[in-house]
Nanobody, 115 residues
Framework: QVQLVESGGGLVQPGGSLTLSCAAS????????LGWYRQAPGKQREWVAS???????NCADPVKGRFTISRDNAKNTVYLQMTSLKPDDTAVYYC?????????WGQGTQVTVSS
């Protein structure tokens, strides 16, 4: 069983920045693909960004140029650096770990963008 623990969420003003972290318990972290999803109130969960075991990254169009996903294999941690935040970015953010077809989810961390 893999445990994922997100942190770093909170309340931020529009235009501000936050960095989310997700620590994983899995020893094969370096061979796993990682991702971030979010779910806003009343909306479906949507993909935000992902990073492969080789370090290739991709981001959804609404966050491209503002959000950056990265990983630190030595710390078994994936990050989501968020800049130029907008009220539409308000959501619960979840990290995921994918390994040989199995997908694991964290419990989520709330990000609220409001003045």
């Amino acid at each position: 069983q893999v445990q994922l623990v997100e942190s770093g969420g909170g309340l931020v003003q529009p235009g501000g920045s936050l960095t989310l972290s997700c620590a994983a318990s899995r020893s094969a972290f370096s061979r796993s693909s990682l991702g971030w999803y979010r779910q806003a109130p009343g909306k479906q969960r949507e993909w935000v960004a992902s990073i492969t075991s080789g370090g290739s990254t991709n981001c959804a169009d609404p966050v491209k140029g503002r959000f950056t996903i990265s990983r630190d294999n030595a710390k078994n941690t994936v990050y989501l650096q968020m800049t130029s935040l907008k009220p539409d970015d308000t959501a619960v953010y979840y990290c995921t770990l994918s390994f040989f077809g199995a997908v694991y989810w964290g419990q989520g961390t709330q990000v609220t963008v409001s003045s």
